[in-house]
Nanobody
């Protein structure tokens, strides 16, 4: 099994920046895709970004392109989400996900973190 632990969430004002981290432990060998999703109150869990093993070809939701950057450090089994120019509509619980295959949709991922809250005030 793989365990994922997110950190870095918090409360901030619109226009600010935040960096989320997610560290994997357990059977981390051969993890190929790591991604971030978010879920706002009363809404479905939405894709935010994902990145493959070698860090090439990161993929973003249109709503975060140009503002968010995903990266990973395989030596630390950690994926990051740098979030800039945050807006109130970015408020959500952010979840880290991982899988040993190419994965984009939430149903593609087998491993999930517990989530970290990001709240952006106007």
């Amino acid at each position: 099994q793989v365990q994922l632990v997110e950190s870095g969430g918090g409360l901030l004002q619109a226009g600010g920046s935040l960096r989320l981290s997610c560290t994997a432990s357990g059977r981390t060998n051969n993890i190929y895709t790591m991604g971030w999703f978010r879920q706002a109150p009363g809404k479905e869990r939405d894709f935010v970004a994902c990145i493959n093993w070698n860090g090439n070809s990161p993929y973003y939701a249109d709503s975060v392109k140009g503002r968010f950057t995903i990266s990973r450090d395989n030596a630390k089994n950690t994926v990051y989400l740098q979030m800039n120019s945050l807006q109130p509509e970015d408020t959500a619980v952010y979840y880290c996900a991982a899988d040993r295959r190419i994965a984009y949709r939430s149903n593609d991922y087998n491993y999930w973190g517990q989530g970290t809250q990001v709240t952006v005030s106007s």
